[in-house]
């Protein structure tokens, strides 16, 4: 037990155990919700590393985790030889190399079957009603009350809350335009609609 706390408080262990003790509190926030495993994401870097399609935490726990087991293992069986005669700087140099290198390769075998649990196409949002028509749902829309029903670019259809600025005449079977949303207030703005004033031809 001596040997094992030797070896995961020295070089180059350590690097790995203080970058270990971050992931492992990260996921304990991202477990109790303080936290998103999106919120580090830089895929340009990793797809560089071959590690593309999941996100960049993953990977960063997975190298970190794979290089401190390897470390940890190499410097308890290497020492013995540093004992014998080699310099220890040059054994536990060689030994970081080789965690890097071995956590490098590993990751990369992990990571590819974890593509399709993060897949690549965004979840749907809300944003995506943005410049779609719509239907008028309820007998007025004002600036404080309206519904409408919009069709999303899949055919799937929502029923969302829509409010106006102006006075327009929006009244049930009425077509509106969804021209902006509204975070805080979780509504959009809608404004009348002409097909003929759209040559472009907007679907809802």
Do not use: K, N
Request: aromatic residues 12%.
């Amino acid at each position: 037990m001596r040997t094992f706390f030797e070896a995961a408080s020295g070089f180059p262990t350590i690097l790995f155990t203080a970058a270990l003790v971050v992931v492992v509190c990260f996921w304990l926030l991202v477990a109790v919700g303080a936290a998103d495993h999106h919120s580090f994401d830089t895929d340009a870097h990793v797809d560089a590393w071959g590690m593309g399609g999941v996100p960049v935490t993953v990977v960063f726990s997975l190298l970190t985790a794979f290089g401190w087991f390897t470390s940890l293992s190499a410097t308890v069986l290497l020492d013995p030889v540093a004992a014998s005669g080699l310099p220890r700087a040059l054994v536990r140099l060689a030994v970081l190399v080789v965690a890097l290198l071995v956590a490098w390769g590993v990751t990369r075998v992990f990571v590819r079957p974890l593509h399709r649990l993060f897949p690549d196409e965004p979840g749907p949002s809300r944003l995506d009603f943005v410049g779609l028509t719509c239907t008028i749902r309820t007998g007025r829309v004002d600036a404080a009350f309206g519904q409408a029903e919009v069709a999303a670019p899949d055919g799937s259809t929502a029923v969302v809350q829509v409010r106006q600025s102006g006075g327009e005449d929006l009244s049930s079977g009425s077509t509106g335009l969804l021209y902006a949303y509204d975070e805080s207030g979780e509504f959009f703005w809608v404004a009348c609609y002409d097909s003929a004033l759209d040559p472009g031809g907007h679907t809802g």
